[in-house]
């Protein structure tokens, strides 16, 4: 059974940081891509960062600077370091695997951006 959980998210201030995780089961984790989505209500999902099997890392531009996302294929885990973090950053947060044939997707993580 494949499983992403993932952690982290909450209320913060601007400028301030968090760091997400999001934990998978089920798969051979070093085998896929992995990246961090997010989505505001009634807007489309965006890319906000992804890390391949091999370390390559691509960011959205309205990210780059502020969040890092790294991975450790030992735990099974991927990270998205946020700092500086904006307003606009306000959404909820989804983990993604992509494999050569299928893609799995976390229940979202809520991250609220606000003084």
């Known amino acids: 059974q494949v499983q992403l959980v993932e952690s982290g998210g909450g209320l913060v201030q601007p400028g301030g940081s968090l760091r997400l995780s999001c934990a998978a089961s089920?798969?051979?984790?070093?085998?896929?891509?992995m990246g961090w989505y997010r989505q505001v209500r009634g807007k489309q999902r965006e890319l906000v960062a992804l890390i391949t099997r091999g370390g390559t890392i691509t960011d959205a531009d309205s990210v780059k600077g502020r969040f890092t996302i790294s991975r450790d294929n030992a735990k099974n885990t991927v990270y998205l370091q946020m700092n500086s973090l904006k307003p606009e950053d306000t959404a909820v947060y989804y983990c993604?695997?992509?494999?050569?044939?299928?893609?799995?997707w976390g229940q979202g993580t809520q991250v609220t951006v606000s003084s």
């Open positions: 089920g798969f051979i984790f070093s085998n896929y891509a």
């Open positions: 993604n695997a992509a494999g050569p044939y299928r893609s799995y």
